[in-house]
């Protein structure tokens, strides 16, 4: 039985080029901080890769800091920032309710551990952060901010946040801006320049790379203090020796990625739409979560009221539907979604989620699977729950 992978935003499979450019360099030797001939080789690597990730980002290559994926790069960010201006007496940081844990998770540990006043910025219905709601927040006290992190789109629900306007209010403050574009880089216009952030987080593996590579933009003045010490490497910010291999199929993921975004995301709005639709008529009481309009291309979120988000994940793996649930799962225990409660949604509605993921693989015999499944899944779903 083959099956239907609609889990893109997790993990989406590696591109022909980015395999490619890859698997060149896995048989060289080279550290790319040596100076004789093996060392220059892999150098140069990693310098047109660098080069390459800039100029389909447009970003400078000297902004293009290297990391070990998207978490390493959110960390650098959001605790480099805070360390670098909380000794100009700035503390508070402003983190959309919404974030990744990668982000979150770093800005808790901050206020835990270092002194930080932790603010979540409220969201709509759609998991969106007003323009209103963040300049309420600065400007009780602009001069105590330390940054502002607000994700490019949510890996949730898909939702797309207004970040060039977000960004300009924190820098009519003087407040640096970091924003994780993980899930945007590739199924959106991501211009690093034009989008006004000083930080932007993205990685290797959502875009069609290899895992355990990603990069961290950097504006060039904004200078975060390392979290990692060492040699001294990627502007003296991002200490240890780079997997040249991964970087080079990074590079080339981004690349292939950006260069068919507009061709890759109408298809998969057409693909989406078609889901969203026929998984309506299966389900008419399913509730579509995030921005009905305003959300990535390949994403599909639902609640399946009377059923736990677990029980259907599991019921239609074993169906060969393969998603994930909105819900994050510690001890064995599931939790709601963060992201459904600061939407305003209950615990229960929480529970009973599913995210649908599309990417470049995607077809429409994925949907037809799923579709073919769905209704005799979530019925017997809710019979498990009423017992």
């Not at 083959?2 to 889990?7: C, F, G, P, Q, T």
């Not at 952060?129 to 607000?150: F, G, K």
């Not at 390392?226 to 040699?231: E, Q």
């Amino acid at each position: 039985m083959e099956s239907a992978y609609l889990d893109h935003a997790a993990t989406t499979p590696m591109l022909p080029e980015a395999i490619e450019a890859m698997t060149a360099q896995l048989g060289r030797v080279g550290n790319a901080s040596s100076l004789h001939a093996a060392g220059r080789r892999t150098r140069r690597v990693v310098e047109e890769s660098r080069e390459t990730i800039a100029y389909a980002l447009g970003a400078r290559p000297s902004e293009v800091v290297f990391t070990s994926g998207g978490t390493e790069a959110d960390n650098l960010a959001i605790k480099g920032l805070y360390w670098a201006r909380r000794a100009g007496g700035a503390s508070r940081i402003l983190i959309s309710a919404v974030e990744h844990h990668g982000a979150l998770d770093p800005a808790h540990w901050l206020g835990d551990r270092q002194g930080a006043t932790v603010e979540l910025l409220d969201v709509d219905e759609y998991g969106r952060v007003h323009p209103q709601t963040l300049r309420a927040a600065i400007e009780r006290d602009p001069e105590s901010v330390a940054l502002v992190s607000v994700m490019w789109a949510n890996n949730e629900v898909g939702t797309v946040q207004p970040v060039r306007v977000l960004a300009g209010i924190a820098h009519d403050h003087g407040i640096p801006f970091h924003t994780d574009a993980v899930q945007a880089v590739g199924q959106l216009p991501v211009v690093f320049t034009g989008s006004g952030v000083d930080a932007l987080t993205l990685s290797g593996h959502k875009v069609g790379g290899p895992m355990g590579v990603g990069a961290l933009l950097l504006a060039r003045g904004v200078d975060p203090v390392p979290v990692l010490h060492g040699g001294g490497q990627e502007r003296d910010v991002r200490s240890g020796t780079l997997d040249a291999p991964s970087v080079a199929g990074f590079a080339a993921a981004v690349k292939t990625a950006v260069a068919r975004q507009a061709e890759t995301s109408a298809r998969l709005i057409g693909l989406r739409d078609d889901l969203i639709r026929r998984v309506r008529q299966a389900v008419p009481d399913v509730i579509l979560n995030g921005d009905p309009v305003n959300r990535l291309p390949g994403n599909a979120h639902f609640s399946f009221p009377g059923c736990e988000g677990d029980a259907l994940l599991m019921l239609l793996d074993a169906k060969g539907v393969e998603c994930s649930t909105g819900s994050a799962c510690s001890a064995g225990v599931a939790q709601p979604s963060h992201v459904l409660l600061a939407m305003g949604a209950d615990a229960v509605r929480a529970r009973g989620s599913l995210r649908f993921s599309l990417g470049h693989t995607s077809t429409e015999a994925d949907v037809d699977r799923l579709i073919a499944v769905l209704g005799l899944v979530v019925e017997r779903a809710r019979r498990a729950g009423l017992s």
